[in-house]
């Protein structure tokens, strides 16, 4: 096996099939996984975010799983340092470690590092935060749909934060906030093996529906209710919430709740694609060729030995 410590990252659409691989995957090469799941680290989101069962996180040890509360404060670069943490400490022993999710962003900060930001004036940040009050999140994604289409299309376009910053940095230095995102890649003491997994649209929309069907059977919209008063709450400004709080304020019924849930999962799904097709890296996988990607994993590893 490679003397190079090697990280794993295994990515993808919502409800495509990574968490059962990567408890295949940790078992054969007896390691951990670290979750790179924005939506799974806070404890008291369970149903809307599908993590592991209790019965898997027992099979293998998991990190960055309800490591968070939603009150807590927390974004991508304490994530970074969060998870360079655990990896450093995984690599004493371990030779392969094994990330997984299907936020981009959150992947790409440990594979790739994070781009500098500039700072934005404060009152710029408080313009938007009054405009989005009094006219809607989709004020914020018509206004990110102009200044910067490239971002609008890969966004999580439920979620009011990342749309507001875009939308204060193109205000503040007049350019898009995709133009900052320029990958100065940072050198890691590992080197990354990306696996992508993917089905046939058709196949991965029918997943995506029958989990959803699920989440609300096992009791999603009980789960929303319990965290409707902390709905302001950055952690909740997600697909799978947003939805059942609107149908809470009256905005509709919840068939029509149901219909947008899935919509938006299918949606999401689509822009986590997009995001992930942008890098070469990653080979691309069905999550079913179990034996195929093991194989391929090895050969990889051997040839950087």
């Given at each position: ?55 898997e996180l027992a099979q293998v040890k998991h990190h960055l799983i309800d490591s968070l509360s939603i009150e807590d ?6 994530f970074e340092q969060d998870a360079m943490n655990i990896l450093t400490q995984l690599f004493k022993e371990k030779k ?210």
């Amino acid at each position: 096996m490679s003397e190079i410590p090697t990280l794993i990252l295994v990515v993808g659409p919502t409800a495509v099939g990574k968490t059962n691989l990567c408890l295949k995957l940790a078992k054969f090469f007896n390691t951990e996984i670290i979750s790179c799941d924005s939506r799974q680290f806070y404890k008291e989101m369970n149903l809307g975010t599908a993590k592991p069962t209790p019965d898997e996180l027992a099979q293998v040890k998991h990190h960055l799983i309800d490591s968070l509360s939603i009150e807590d404060a927390y974004d991508v670069k304490k994530f970074e340092q969060d998870a360079m943490n655990i990896l450093t400490q995984l690599f004493k022993e371990k030779k392969v470690v094994i990330m997984t999710g299907g936020s981009g962003l959150f992947a790409d900060a440990i594979t790739e590092g994070l781009d500098e930001m500039p700072e934005v004036e404060s009152e710029i940040r408080a313009q938007i935060i009054q405009e989005y009050e009094e006219r809607g999140i989709e004020f914020l994604q018509e206004e990110v749909k102009k200044a910067d289409p490239e971002y609008f299309e890969t966004v999580d376009r439920q979620n009011p934060q990342r749309l507001m910053r875009a939308l204060e940095i193109w205000r503040g230095t007049g350019k898009k906030f995709s133009s900052f995102r320029v990958k100065q890649k940072v050198e890691r003491p590992f080197q990354t093996i990306k696996i992508g997994l993917n089905r046939d649209r058709e196949e991965l929309y029918q997943r995506i529906d029958q989990r959803m069907e699920e989440m609300i059977r096992t009791g999603l919209f009980q789960e929303a209710e319990s965290l409707f008063k902390k709905r302001h709450l950055n952690a909740l400004q997600t697909v799978g919430y947003q939805e059942i709080f609107s149908h809470m304020e009256g905005e509709y019924d919840r068939e029509e709740a149901i219909r947008l849930l899935k919509r938006n999962s299918r949606r999401y799904a689509k822009r986590q694609l997009t995001w992930f097709r942008r890098d070469s890296a990653i080979h691309w996988f069905h999550p079913d060729q179990e034996s195929e990607i093991i194989q391929w994993v090895q050969t990889r590893l051997a040839e950087n030995h």
